[in-house]
């Protein structure tokens, strides 16, 4: 199972499609499937770089994975372009969509984030960027203190174009890539419970992890590649 997340804003509570559970999975499907970062691909039998926000699909994919009649996905699909939600461009096998606004719901609220976990000290705690969820524990001494996370002064966490450069090399899928920087980033950038001193070396075993497990059997148990790490 993937780690990886997307923004999800509240506001999709407004709109009157989301009483139709077939628009919502398919709205879903196309968030959840499209790229983060740039990347080469053949389609049409042309080489393109998929933009973020993009994704190659076709509507047979999306029926089979969402249990949407093929149907009512191309009328869907059809509906969310005219409404400016999505772009397509299509050919015989498939189509190469674009989510309109994907900047704006998606790495807009992701950079935000991503300084305001940059500009923590080591002893503040997490701030909840749930607004509907307040955890108020004040006068309850008995409390638990979570530990703090640190990270030595003398490391500089990777960026994921970086991060991207080396799996490339090491051939594995870019989700694998996004999957194992956002266990560090969650965890504080610690290999077990000591600070990381060495990024490539900590990415370099789980991927190395990774390509070992890719062949097992699907009745196995997936791996967990966090431990040990």
């Known amino acids: 199972m993937h780690l990886g997340y997307i923004s999800l804003y509240r506001k999709l ?6 009483k ?18 740039e990347y080469d691909v053949v389609w049409n039998g042309e080489r393109i770089t998929l933009r973020p926000g993009q994704l190659i699909t076709g509507r047979h994919e999306i029926s089979k994975k969402m249990g949407v009649n093929g149907s009512k996905v191309y009328r869907l699909l059809k509906r969310l372009e005219s409404e400016q939600q999505i772009e397509q461009q299509t050919c015989n096998v498939n189509s190469l969509i674009s989510i309109t606004n994907w900047k704006e719901y998606q790495f807009t609220e992701q950079h935000s984030e991503q300084q305001v976990n940059n500009g923590r000290t080591t002893g503040e705690h997490p701030v909840n960027t749930n607004n509907n969820v307040k955890n108020n524990n004040n006068g309850n001494k008995d409390t638990p203190i979570p530990p703090k996370k640190t990270v030595r002064k003398n490391f500089t966490k990777p960026d994921t174009s970086e991060t991207l450069i ?12 996004y999957d194992c920087y956002e266990y560090y980033e969650s965890n504080g950038w610690r290999v077990g419970r000591n600070p990381m001193k060495d990024w490539k070396a900590a990415f370099r075993r789980w991927f190395r992890k990774y390509k070992e497990d890719n062949g097992m059997n699907r009745t196995q148990t997936t791996t967990d590649y966090s431990k040990g790490f």
């Open 13 to 18: 509570l407004d709109n009157p499609r989301i």
């Open 20 to 37: 139709d559970p077939d628009w919502l999975a398919v709205w879903i499907y196309l968030l959840l499937n499209a790229t983060h970062a």
């Open 166 to 177: 080396l799996s490339r090399e090491m051939n594995v899928p870019d989700q694998v890539c």
